[in-house]
Nanobody
Framework: QGPPVESGGGLVQAGGSLRLSCTGSGRTFSGYDMAWFRQAPGKEREFVAV????????NYAPFAKGRFIISRDSAKDTVYLQMNSLKPEDTAVYYC?????????WGQGTQVTVSS
């Protein structure tokens, strides 16, 4: 079973939106709470948002509340992160993984760059 595969990143102007996707690459996400994380240059990886196994509950880091929405499609075994009102400080590589105990490997992430 491979690591999660993230996609959907890109270059966007401040105030814009992006939707990130995460698939399992041969691994199913069912049975796991799934989260998004991010890592900016020179900083440690930080938690962004988590959704429970059946998407019944979602929690967000303070910086993500009101701007980001995490969701999952069980039929597609895919986790999403809708990011709105993006700010330059949101520039980072975004990763998804199980939470609170990550899978044994991390994907390569998807780069999000927000220009001012």
């Amino acid at each position: 079973q491979g690591p999660p595969v993230e996609s959907g990143g890109g270059l966007v102007q401040a105030g814009g939106s992006l939707r990130l996707s995460c698939t399992g690459s041969g691994r199913t996400f069912s049975g796991y709470d799934m989260a998004w994380f991010r890592q900016a240059p020179g900083k440690e990886r930080e938690f962004v948002a988590v959704t429970t196994r059946r998407d019944m509950s979602r929690n967000y880091a303070p910086f993500a509340k009101g701007r980001f929405i995490i969701s999952r499609d069980s039929a597609k075994d895919t986790v999403y992160l809708q990011m709105n009102s993006l700010k330059p400080e949101d520039t980072a590589v975004y990763y998804c993984n199980a939470h609170p105990r990550p899978f044994d490997s991390w994907g390569q992430g998807t780069q999000v760059t927000v220009s001012s």
